[in-house]
């Protein structure tokens, strides 16, 4: 005997038609799960998730003036960092596509100073103002990185 | 074929676009003027008010999804000034290279220069609270770190 669960569908978001109409459904599909997409809702907002979601599905390789497409593997890490962290309120992080693919994550910490962490495919560029801190990490240190910036 | 540096003088215009601008909350991404190379136009070529047509037709891809936005301006004396004083206090190393590349977008082609290299994080965080903003509507803007705030 088969038992049917009271879910519905699984969650699913979608595009509006406007939106979904400007696609080149040839050339890429978005690599966003949608608990991927719960988590950026979460954790940047509906702006972040729906600037991820621009970046994601609609700049292809070529962009602007021939800029690279997203890198899977910094899109990749900056979900997993974005487990771990938990944003001071107020933070309000901005989120970014460089011109060479890497994603730009960017807010101030309490007193206002920046903090950027850009994901690439060879790490973690790591840049606090007032702490004089600029540097590139390895990819597997996004726990640490996660400690170090919550609640900053 | 050698490389020919723009007119020590000359202004310098830089298309800010949705990937480098956060709108909703004016956040501007300091990877703007990165690089690498980055792409400026020449308003010794090219007059300031033609530069939304201009980077309408040339930058603005994908079309519906990357939208020219602002558009920032700053002279070569003034961004070598900044480059200096920052090397001085950080003990760091720019040299600041403009050198015209010509594109055929550009009427005329040689309207078009790049940064030549990388400029390091710290400098393009300066650099991006320095540049001239200018909206569609004619008024000017500056960056205080934050958003974009009217100047006066």
């Known amino acids: ?152 | 074929m050698s490389e020919v540096e723009v007119g020590e003088d000359e202004g310098l215009v830089r298309a800010v676009c949705t990937d480098k601008y956060d709108k909703d909350i004016g956040t501007i991404a300091p990877s703007l003027m990165m690089g690498p190379d980055t792409s400026v136009s020449r308003t010794k070529l090219i007059q300031l008010s033609d530069h939304w047509d201009l980077f309408r037709r040339c930058v603005q891809k994908p079309e519906k999804e990357r939208l020219l936005e602002v558009i920032a301006t700053i002279d070569l004396p003034k961004l070598r000034k900044i480059a200096a004083d920052h090397d001085a206090v950080t003990n760091s190393k720019h040299d600041i290279k403009v050198v015209v590349a010509p594109n055929d977008c550009w009427k005329p082609r040689d309207g078009h220069a790049e940064i030549k290299g990388r400029i390091s994080r710290g400098l393009a965080n300066k650099l991006i609270k320095e540049l001239v903003y200018h909206k569609e509507d004619k008024s000017k803007w500056a960056y205080d770190g934050d958003k974009l705030v009217a100047n006066s």
């Not at chain 1, 021939?66 to 899977?72: A, E, F, H, R, V």
């Not at chain 1, 910490?109 to 973690?124: K, T, Y």
């Open chain 1, 1 to 152: 005997m088969s038992i049917k669960f009271p879910f519905a569908d699984p969650r699913v978001y979608s595009l509006d038609d406007d939106l979904r109409s400007n696609i080149d459904q040839g050339m890429w599909s978005s690599t966003l799960s949608a608990d991927e997409q719960d988590l950026l809702i979460k954790k940047l907002g509906d702006r972040g998730w729906g600037r991820m979601l621009l970046f994601t599905k609609y700049y292809t390789t070529g962009w602007g003036e021939g800029n690279k497409q997203i890198s899977p593997r910094g899109q990749a890490v900056m979900l997993r960092f974005l487990e771990h962290v938990t944003f001071r309120e107020g933070a309000n992080p901005s989120i970014f596509l460089t011109d060479e693919g890497e994603l730009e994550l960017a807010w101030s910490d309490a007193e206002g100073s920046p903090i950027q962490l850009v994901f690439g495919p060879n790490g973690v560029e790591v840049y606090h103002e007032a702490a004089h801190r600029e540097e590139v990490l390895a990819p597997n240190q996004y726990s640490r990185l996660a400690t170090e910036f919550s609640n900053v």
